[in-house]
DNA sequence: CTTGCCTCTATAGTCGCTGTAGACTGTAGG
DNA sequence: CCTACAGTCTACAGCGACTATAGAGGCAAG
């Protein structure tokens, strides 16, 4: 199987066709070659490439940077110094959101151990995001069912 | 001070002007008084209000949950089961994340750690985006480094 | 009075897609 | 061969949550 629609690249590689069009129109596709009727035709390579993309966005990289790590495959001859700052880069980013979530995380179990099924207008949720500095000190105990 | 103006009420809660007008026009702020001239003239209350809304987003609230605490908040009356029930899905959501961006940290240090500074043809972090099931036995021992 | 910042409205742009409309193509069954 | 029907084509609009721009008018200090 040499050539395939852009339907069958899409099962393959688990991309929508519309999101693999859009791909093309920002150029991190090429050109695929086109069957008489003017439809697109892929071969194998292009399995791979939509893989890398598919993955690296989740990984959460970012566009950009998917977009420079295919220009650096177009030129495999480079040192990879550039691929590995780009990873790099991408680990102290997630390790920051993490961060951030296991704060997030924190607070709202915080928030919920405080609620404790009143009415709207004594509701500790609704007044620890008006107030960032309430109802720490009597939660500590209750953290243990969350 | 009973009334401000917008550039005020920005820096007060932390949210720019533009973002201000906008949250005015999918009615998450009601309308506020205006100046003879016709500019906006906001109270506290205001401020109360911005720091609820970016609070709740920092926090990772989507907009929907936020619009619904706001109403919740006109009506004090009721029982807050539903700020509760927000929450905690709201809390699901984060440790949903939590785990996901804790398998990509481990995946990325991974990467890294495979990633020798050779060139890029022969790159693992490349080469673990094109196939995910890659560089896993030879990792563990450089692990410590991260 | 002028300078310079603030505010106003309305509109377009951002990112990373997704959805739609309306036409054409390719294939399988009868 | 004809008919269905699924797949494909282009082009463009829409999403959320803002951000930026243009062009006009307002306000306070020097």
Redesign the pocket.
Known sequence: MTQM????L?KAAGV????I??YESIDLMGEPDR??????LYGDEAVQRLSFIRHA?DLGF???AVREMIDLQTQPDQDCTAVDAIAREQLADVRKRLTQLEALEAELKRMITCCEGGRVDTCRIISTLNDHSECIADAHERLSTF
Chains 1, 2 share one sequence.
């Open positions: 629609t852009i339907g069958r899409s929508k066709v519309t999101t069009r859009y069957s008489s009727s003017g439809q697109r966005r970012p566009m950009e």
